[in-house]
């Protein structure tokens, strides 16, 4: 399952039925996972933690030392779950001694030319569209989705079933279960077809609307919203997610609507 023409060090740890195609470099210390197949032209550099069944297409170079000043060759590490799938040109950097790793995990869908910099955090199920970066020490929470040439700037949180409008710039915080688009990044909504496919109830969705409709509708100071919210929407795992996350976010969160 290893084409002669591939390059694997000898130290690398392979997966039973791994397939590495023609021009591939495998790099000392990469692990890869049973069933993954990689397609030709990938460069894998030492730290690579790559799970089961992965599918990482032409071009793409994972774990490679981070475009970042202040990395002295310390070692760190890219982890990766099991059934993610990388196109082309995806790049994915190493750690620095802040994280000591960039993660990505299972499920996930990088779509071509995007960029995961140094000690990201990816969640599972997440989906990043062509051309899409994120800035370092970022954090992507299960099931967001990030279209079409997105940017981040650093320690960017992105909250769990979000939906970011392509070609948007992230300079704030997006809370979980929010649409967002428009710049500055504005409330556009909450994901409600993701939250229902994902098996939601009307009732829970309905919850999620009453509160962001305090928090980005009514248009009052978000510390007086929160209050409100706290006032009026009865406790559960949703608000205490949310309110969370915003009370948390000390970049601040995207715009309300006006």
């Given at each position: 399952?290893?084409?002669?023409?591939?390059?694997?060090?000898?130290?690398?740890?392979?997966?039973?039925?791994?397939?590495?195609?023609?021009?591939?470099?495998?790099?000392?210390?990469?692990?890869?996972?049973?069933?993954?197949?990689?397609?030709?032209?990938?460069?894998?550099?030492?730290?690579?933690?790559?799970?089961?069944?992965?599918?990482?297409?032409?071009?793409?170079?994972?774990?490679?030392?981070?475009?970042?000043?202040?990395?002295?060759?310390?070692?760190?590490?890219?982890?990766?779950?099991?059934?993610?799938?990388?196109?082309?040109?995806?790049?994915?950097?190493?750690?620095?001694?802040?994280?000591?790793?960039?993660?990505?995990?299972?499920?996930?869908?990088?779509?071509?030319?995007?960029?995961?910099?140094?000690?990201?955090?990816?969640?599972?199920?997440?989906?990043?569209?062509?051309?899409?970066?994120?800035?370092?020490?970022?954090?992507?929470?299960?099931?967001?989705?990030?279209?079409?040439?997105?940017?981040?700037?650093?320690?960017?949180?992105?909250?769990?079933?979000?939906?970011?409008?392509?070609?948007?710039?992230?300079?704030?915080?997006?809370?979980?279960?929010?649409?967002c688009a428009r710049e500055p990044l504005t409330?556009?909504?909450?994901?409600?077809?993701?939250?229902?496919?994902?098996?939601?109830?009307?009732?829970?969705?309905?919850?999620?609307?009453?509160?962001?409709?305090?928090?980005?509708?009514?248009?009052?100071?978000?510390?007086?919203?929160?209050?409100?919210?706290?006032?009026?929407?009865?406790?559960?795992?949703?608000?205490?997610?949310?309110?969370?996350?915003?009370?948390?976010?000390?970049?601040?969160?995207?715009?309300?609507?006006?």
């Amino acid at each position: 399952m290893i084409s002669p023409l591939a390059q694997v060090s000898p130290s690398a740890t392979l997966g039973e039925g791994v397939t590495i195609e023609a021009f591939s470099t495998i790099y000392d210390d990469v692990v890869i996972g049973a069933g993954t197949k990689i397609h030709p032209n990938v460069t894998i550099y030492p730290g690579a933690r790559i799970g089961e069944n992965c599918e990482i297409y032409p071009g793409a170079v994972i774990a490679v030392i981070p475009q970042d000043l202040k990395f002295d060759g310390e070692y760190t590490t890219v982890e990766i779950g099991d059934r993610t799938v990388i196109r082309e040109c995806v790049t994915i950097h190493r750690g620095t001694k802040d994280m000591w790793k960039t993660t990505v995990g299972n499920d996930c869908l990088l779509m071509t030319y995007v960029h995961i910099a140094h000690d990201c955090q990816i969640g599972n199920h997440v989906i990043m569209a062509s051309y899409s970066g994120l800035s370092g020490h970022c954090v992507v929470g299960d099931y967001a989705i990030l279209e079409g040439r997105c940017g981040s700037q650093q320690f960017i949180h992105v909250g769990a079933h979000s939906f970011i409008a392509g070609g948007s710039l992230i300079r704030k915080n997006v809370p979980p279960y929010v649409k967002c688009a428009r710049e500055p990044l504005t409330f556009a909504g909450i994901n409600s077809v993701g939250l229902r496919r994902r098996g939601y109830t009307d009732e829970q969705v309905r919850e999620i609307e009453d509160i962001y409709r305090i928090i980005f509708v009514q248009n009052n100071h978000v510390t007086k919203s929160l209050d409100i919210v706290k006032e009026t929407i009865p406790d559960s795992p949703i608000r205490r997610e949310i309110l969370s996350f915003i009370e948390a976010s000390d970049k601040g969160v995207i715009k309300g609507l006006i």
